[in-house]
């Protein structure tokens, strides 16, 4: 599911006060981030993207996205805690007269235990019908999958 929105992030905005927007997502993978820092932000406003209290984008942490005309998309692959299924969005606007505007996009792809542990059903069937070594089957695959 992407999410897409803009924030509006009003002059005078300190790196030390962000602007915190909060974003609904589902629980799952975070796999791609896109953001678009239209004209007129000279660098002197910022992005990242929390989870909680840890920084998932950028990615070095306590880093953050500036730029001017600036648009970007990232491949990003974070696990969304499912009891926070929420991200911050912090921004700061170190502008004295302008608010500034940033636009977003975030994918977060659900997650799929079921299919997951069949790939790796398949793997280990495909092993053992070639002869070489596998584990066994056993535990949780052997339950689900009945082999």
Do not use: C
């Not at 984008?57 to 926070?84: A, K, M, Q």
């Amino acid at each position: 599911m992407t999410y897409a929105s803009a924030v509006t992030v009003p002059s005078n905005t300190t790196i030390e006060n962000p602007l915190i927007t909060r974003i609904k997502v589902i629980s799952g993978i975070l796999t791609k981030v896109g953001v678009y820092i239209p004209p007129g932000h000279a660098g002197l406003t910022g992005f990242s993207i929390y989870q909680a209290s840890t920084q998932v984008y950028p990615f070095d942490r306590d880093t953050w996205v500036r730029g001017n005309n600036l648009s970007i998309v990232d491949e990003v692959n974070y696990d969304i805690d499912i009891s926070e299924s929420e991200l911050l969005l912090y921004t700061y606007n170190l502008d004295d007269l302008i608010d500034h505007t940033f636009e977003y996009r975030i994918t977060v792809e659900k997650f799929d235990v079921l299919s997951v542990l069949s790939e790796i059903n398949g793997t280990l069937l495909r092993l053992e019908e070639s002869g070489k070594s596998a584990p066994k089957n056993t535990g949780v695959l052997s339950k689900i999958f009945g082999k």
